[in-house]
């Protein structure tokens, strides 16, 4: 008898999954849900500039879906042309902007929607046609209707520029001080070294010239016009200089590439740093060598790293196991020339030169 009652209640139990599984589907996946009412915005026409690139443009609303399931429910915009958004490729090239959990609005700068213009193949100063629509999800995806928006983009004609560093490192010689490319607007980073003896102190010029300069406000990290007071770098080694002139903050991160392997005297486990020449930008060393194997590793890690395929090009490649075989032991000058002039956004580049001659 005991044995039936124990089948009777499993039994029951899986009926009773069985009936919440189905429940459960019903409450979500299989329920249809759908937008209450259409996505809004504050225009339908915009005629973008530069003067108004940091001004909120364009407000979309649009009301919230109610799932079954009491949960937040996440909303995006997509952003296409009209000739994307059929077929069986339909919204897969869209710009998607993702507003967040129960948010029902979201404003836009005019360089942000010119961004999303240019991006998806607009001309410049020419009328076009943008296609937005906003998708909730939450265990599946809703979409409301589409709406039509009248874009007129600009072409960012703003000239990139470069910031000065004269200090003690190189006699406060503005003329052959070192170069800080603005890799966005008002941005600028270069890479600097400060050899054992030299001065920590520089300043930051817009020209090579000491008619506009900055110097330290408040505190170190300050910029501030005119200021007589140094900024001051943390100490000997290789430093990521980065200048905001937009916040008028700096930073100095330690930053140096280095040779390793069997040949150096950290062998493959610590790497020997080279030295920045911001005349040539070039990384440099004299190093003693044994035979064995040399490669270029970026901050003592392997995180970043560059191998060697053979000795004709003068180039290493990114993430190549291969090394540089060194098969007389002696001093050797040793270079490394990478364009990496703003690596967070663009990457580390493919390849990179470098040079190893016996001395």
Aim: glycine content about 8%; charged content about 20%; aromatic content about 12%.
């Amino acid at each position: 008898m005991k044995k039936y009652i124990t089948k009777l209640f499993l039994l029951g139990s899986l009926l009773f999954l069985g009936t919440s599984c189905e429940n459960d589907a019903e409450l979500t996946t299989l329920k249809t849900v759908t937008f209450p009412s259409n996505l809004e915005a504050t225009a339908a026409n915009l005629v973008l500039t530069e003067a108004t690139e940091d001004e909120p443009v364009e407000l979309f609303s649009w009301p919230a879906v109610t799932f079954p399931v009491g949960t937040p429910v996440t909303y995006s915009l997509q952003f296409d042309l009209i000739t994307d958004i059929t077929g069986p490729t339909a919204w897969q090239k869209a710009k998607i902007v993702v507003v967040g959990e129960d948010v029902l609005s979201k404003a836009l700068l005019g360089k942000e929607i010119n961004k999303i213009a240019l991006d998806l193949g607009l001309t410049p100063d020419l009328p076009g046609k943008l296609i937005v629509r906003v998708e909730a999800r939450l265990d599946h995806k809703i979409y409301s209707e589409n709406l039509t928006l009248t874009v007129t983009p600009y072409l960012n004609v703003y000239v990139f520029g470069e910031l000065y560093m004269p200090g003690s490192y190189q006699g406060w010689n503005i003329e052959t001080a070192a170069a800080l490319p603005e890799i966005e607007k008002g941005i600028y980073q270069g890479y600097m070294s400060v050899l054992p003896g030299a001065g920590l102190g520089f300043k930051l010029n817009k020209e090579r010239n000491w008619e506009f300069f900055y110097g330290a406000g408040d505190t170190n990290s300050d910029l501030k016009r005119p200021s007589d007071v140094d900024f001051v770098l943390p100490g000997e080694g290789s430093y990521l200089i980065k200048v905001n002139t937009n916040t008028l903050k700096w930073t100095a991160t330690p930053y140096s590439w280095g040779i390793v392997g069997d040949a150096t005297a950290g062998s493959w486990d610590n790497s020997t740093p080279m030295s920045y020449d911001h005349v040539t930008k070039t990384w440099k060393i004299t190093a003693t060598l044994v035979s064995g194997n040399v490669k270029f590793r970026l901050n003592n890690a392997w995180t970043i790293n560059y191998g060697h395929k053979n000795v004709t090009d003068g180039l290493v490649y990114l993430d190549d196991p291969g090394a540089y075989y060194v098969g007389e032991a002696g001093t050797y000058e040793i270079t490394f020339k990478i364009d990496e002039v703003d690596p967070a956004t663009n990457g580390y580049p493919p390849t990179a030169t470098y040079t190893i001659t016996k001395i």
